[in-house]
């Protein structure tokens, strides 16, 4: 086979680049909102009422003036009314921070005086976003809540119309900082570790089903999985919000997740979240698993999620749970979230540890997450998951436009029934690129992928599993829909794509074309198949001169056992390269259910652009 690991490189810097003019039209427009925050830091607010001055440093007997600022946030936080301004003077590093937190009043800004206490460096990778980091200053404005007799131990408690900027947080008892049903509040610019020291559970993973192979059977988590509290946590139940949280560097927790939004119960959510560097976190004995960025919606509630240049890297500790990004929708809420331009590198911890995470638990919700321009690397678990474990008709959809995933790092192997046989008793965390899991009742899960690469997948790159436990919901999943156009799938162990039917499914959707699934380094390149437990309704699987329309030209070879492999279902795989202008090799694409046929006629007589329009031989 001919090296291509140069081509493929050179593949995903173009990926990567294709964003590269918005990041740099958002980050000077960021330059710009920054400029003008620390020129108001100076200015009296919007409302025109006082602006107060607290030092760690500063004697007793103050009266909150610059020249004679409290020495306490409790003294702050009683003097100070709605709309004023707080400003927490720099102090040396070697000074004690302001302990106790503070309680925002409404229309009030919390802001760190002196120059950013945080600043941007060059991205982990080429055409990544800006890295932010602490700008290493002798003296900051630094603040904390060590216990949990004041706010429950966050160190500042969001109002409604309130921002925090500036400042550095570090050690709280549970949270830095916290909103609950707070209305249009921004957290900019700090410098946030050491956060969760009590191990309090916070954001907790919604309850589901987790399938294995054997159909029908999976284990019920009833009680869902606790987090730790987060660093930055926004709740909101009974109102409508916007938020904004962006270039804050949060780092080296001892216990807790790094940026949640949770709507429950009927709230209404927009939140931005931009810019972040979130590494170092570490899950502690007290709570399951750890997220880096976090959303959730419960109840009837509704989150619109807006994630733009954010950096997860080196999270986790041995053994942990650690979900960099971690997507929740359960019962009957609505999530919608966008993410763009993020970087993920170096997970840390065990094998369920995630560049990214989307489960459906419990109930019967609708949500989409869009993932664009955007670098995956180097994760010892499933880099991306979407399992859509909800009971009562719940809707997934995944969307990957211009992604770059490279090396899992762990083989958590396949089941005994598949080709070669393995030992594997479940389809999650085993190393996949993509690990997708049709599980709930009258369920649907759909995978969009656009000029997108997959590389060094060191199980499967795309497996799609669909077992229906008892106990999640009455009636089968419904529909499983995979259009994969002008991606990079490629060199995977064992399939670069597997579509594994256990339990009956009524739809099952499959269009491919453009696209590069060649080369298996122990297994099949492709395969679909129906186990003898299994049945589908209606089944259109199109790798091209199908039914729905695909145009073929994809590259199928280098399985080392199979190419193309079905059992019990029909495959049209017309117009496509298979290594060699003769078409597929003898025994190389296999139907192994009588009466079912793949169609390989028309094949390419050379290597399309899936393949870097390279003649390459076997």
Same mark, same amino acid.
């Given at each position: 086979?001919?090296?291509?690991?140069?081509?493929?490189?050179?593949?995903?810097?173009?990926?990567?680049?294709?964003?590269?003019?918005?990041?740099?039209?958002?980050?000077? +427009?960021?330059?710009?909102?920054?400029?003008?925050?620390?020129?108001?830091?100076?200015?009296?607010?919007?409302?025109?009422?006082?602006?107060?001055?607290?030092?760690?440093? +500063?004697?007793?007997?103050?009266?909150?003036?610059?020249?004679?600022?409290?020495?306490?946030?409790?003294?702050?936080?009683?003097?100070?009314?709605?709309?004023?301004?707080?400003?927490?003077?720099?102090?040396?590093?070697?000074?004690?921070?302001?302990?106790?937190?503070?309680?925002?009043?409404?229309?009030?800004?919390?802001?760190?005086?002196?120059?950013?206490?945080?600043?941007?460096?060059?991205?982990?990778?080429?055409?990544?976003?800006?890295?932010?980091?602490?700008?290493?200053?002798?003296?900051?404005?630094?603040?904390?809540?060590?216990?949990?007799?004041?706010?429950?131990?966050?160190?500042?408690?969001?109002?409604?119309?309130?921002?925090?900027?500036?400042?550095?947080?570090?050690?709280?008892?549970?949270?830095?900082?916290?909103?609950?049903?707070?209305?249009?509040?921004?957290?900019?610019?700090?410098?946030?570790?050491?956060?969760?020291?009590?191990?309090?559970?916070?954001?907790?993973?919604?309850?589901?089903?987790?399938?294995?192979?054997?159909?029908?059977?999976?284990?019920?988590?009833?009680?869902?999985?606790?987090?730790?509290?987060?660093?930055?946590?926004?709740?909101?139940?009974?109102?409508?919000?916007?938020?904004?949280?962006?270039?804050?560097?949060?780092?080296?927790?001892?216990?807790?997740?790094?940026?949640?939004?949770?709507?429950?119960?009927?709230?209404?959510?927009?939140?931005?979240?931009?810019?972040?560097?979130?590494?170092?976190?570490?899950?502690?004995?007290?709570?399951?698993?750890?997220?880096?960025?976090?959303?959730?919606?419960?109840?009837?509630?509704?989150?619109?999620?807006?994630?733009?240049?954010?950096?997860?890297?080196?999270?986790?500790?041995?053994?942990?749970?650690?979900?960099?990004?971690?997507?929740?929708?359960?019962?009957?809420?609505?999530?919608?979230?966008?993410?763009?331009?993020?970087?993920?590198?170096?997970?840390?911890?065990?094998?369920?540890?995630?560049?990214?995470?989307?489960?459906?638990?419990?109930?019967?919700?609708?949500?989409?997450?869009?993932?664009?321009?955007?670098?995956?690397?180097?994760?010892?678990?499933?880099?991306?998951?979407?399992?859509?474990?909800?009971?009562?008709?719940?809707?997934?959809?995944?969307?990957?436009?211009?992604?770059?995933?490279?090396?899992?790092?762990?083989?958590?192997?396949?089941?005994?029934?598949?080709?070669?046989?393995?030992?594997?008793?479940?389809?999650?965390?085993?190393?996949?690129?993509?690990?997708?899991?049709?599980?709930?009742?009258?369920?649907?899960?759909?995978?969009?992928?656009?000029?997108?690469?997959?590389?060094?997948?060191?199980?499967?790159?795309?497996?799609?599993?669909?077992?229906?436990?008892?106990?999640?919901?009455?009636?089968?999943?419904?529909?499983?829909?995979?259009?994969?156009?002008?991606?990079?799938?490629?060199?995977?162990?064992?399939?670069?794509?597997?579509?594994?039917?256990?339990?009956?499914?009524?739809?099952?959707?499959?269009?491919?074309?453009?696209?590069?699934?060649?080369?298996?380094?122990?297994?099949?390149?492709?395969?679909?198949?129906?186990?003898?437990?299994?049945?589908?309704?209606?089944?259109?699987?199109?790798?091209?001169?199908?039914?729905?329309?695909?145009?073929?030209?994809?590259?199928?070879?280098?399985?080392?056992?199979?190419?193309?492999?079905?059992?019990?279902?029909?495959?049209?795989?017309?117009?496509?390269?298979?290594?060699?202008?003769?078409?597929?090799?003898?025994?190389?694409?296999?139907?192994?259910?009588?009466?079912?046929?793949?169609?390989?006629?028309?094949?390419?007589?050379?290597?399309?652009?899936?393949?870097?329009?390279?003649?390459?031989?076997?």
């Amino acid at each position: 086979m001919i090296e291509r690991k140069t081509g493929l490189e050179c593949r995903a810097r173009r990926i990567l680049a294709a964003g590269s003019t918005v990041l740099l039209t958002a980050m000077a +427009a960021l330059v710009s909102i920054g400029a003008t925050t620390a020129a108001r830091a100076d200015d009296n607010n919007a409302y025109g009422h006082n602006k107060w001055y607290v030092s760690a440093t +500063a004697g007793a007997g103050g009266n909150g003036g610059v020249s004679a600022p409290f020495n306490t946030l409790a003294q702050v936080q009683q003097a100070s009314g709605p709309g004023d301004t707080i400003i927490i003077l720099p102090s040396p590093v070697s000074a004690p921070p302001l302990d106790g937190g503070i309680a925002l009043k409404a229309g009030q800004r919390l802001i760190g005086g002196g120059p950013p206490v945080v600043k941007f460096g060059a991205p982990l990778v080429t055409g990544g976003p800006p890295v932010v980091g602490a700008s290493g200053l002798p003296s900051v404005p630094r603040i904390t809540n060590t216990t949990a007799a004041a706010n429950s131990g966050d160190a500042v408690r969001l109002a409604d119309d309130t921002d925090v900027e500036n400042l550095v947080i570090t050690g709280p008892y549970r949270g830095a900082i916290y909103g609950q049903d707070a209305v249009g509040v921004s957290v900019h610019g700090n410098d946030i570790s050491g956060f969760d020291t009590s191990g309090t559970a916070g954001f907790v993973v919604q309850p589901f089903y987790l399938e294995s192979y054997a159909p029908g059977v999976a284990n019920d988590v009833a009680a869902g999985i606790p987090a730790g509290w987060a660093a930055i946590l926004i709740d909101t139940g009974n109102v409508s919000t916007a938020v904004s949280i962006s270039n804050n560097y949060v780092h080296d927790g001892v216990c807790g997740d790094g940026i949640d939004i949770r709507g429950l119960n009927t709230g209404d959510i927009s939140a931005q979240v931009n810019y972040n560097f979130i590494t170092k976190l570490v899950q502690c004995s007290k709570v399951r698993t750890i997220e880096g960025i976090g959303t959730q919606v419960t109840g009837s509630s509704r989150l619109r999620a807006t994630l733009f240049g954010n950096t997860e890297a080196n999270t986790g500790s041995p053994g942990a749970n650690m979900d960099s990004l971690f997507v929740n929708p359960a019962e009957a809420g609505t999530l919608i979230e966008t993410i763009d331009h993020n970087v993920y590198m170096t997970g840390i911890g065990g094998a369920s540890t995630n560049g990214f995470e989307y489960i459906v638990s419990n109930g019967g919700g609708t949500s989409q997450v869009t993932i664009s321009n955007s670098f995956f690397q180097n994760n010892p678990g499933d880099m991306l998951e979407e399992f859509n474990r909800g009971e009562s008709g719940s809707t997934a959809t995944l969307i990957l436009d211009h992604v770059v995933v490279e090396q899992t790092t762990i083989s958590g192997g396949i089941p005994g029934y598949a080709t070669p046989p393995g030992s594997a008793t479940v389809p999650d965390n085993t190393g996949e690129c993509l690990g997708i899991g049709s599980v709930g009742a009258n369920d649907t899960t759909i995978l969009q992928m656009i000029d997108s690469l997959f590389t060094g997948c060191d199980n499967n790159g795309i497996e799609v599993t669909n077992n229906h436990p008892s106990g999640d919901g009455v009636g089968n999943p419904h529909t499983i829909v995979l259009d994969i156009n002008n991606s990079t799938i490629n060199g995977s162990r064992f399939y670069n794509l597997w579509v594994n039917d256990v339990t009956p499914l009524t739809n099952l959707k499959v269009r491919v074309q453009d696209s590069d699934l060649s080369v298996s380094t122990s297994g099949v390149a492709v395969a679909f198949d129906q186990q003898s437990t299994g049945a589908t309704t209606s089944a259109v699987i199109d790798l091209g001169g199908g039914a729905l329309g695909s145009d073929g030209r994809n590259c199928i070879f280098g399985g080392a056992i199979y190419d193309l492999e079905a059992t019990q279902y029909n495959v049209a795989a017309e117009n496509n390269w298979w290594g060699s202008a003769k078409g597929p090799l003898v025994g190389k694409v296999v139907e192994t259910g009588p009466g079912y046929k793949i169609d390989t006629s028309s094949p390419l007589r050379r290597a399309p652009d899936a393949c870097n329009g390279e003649e390459r031989s076997q």
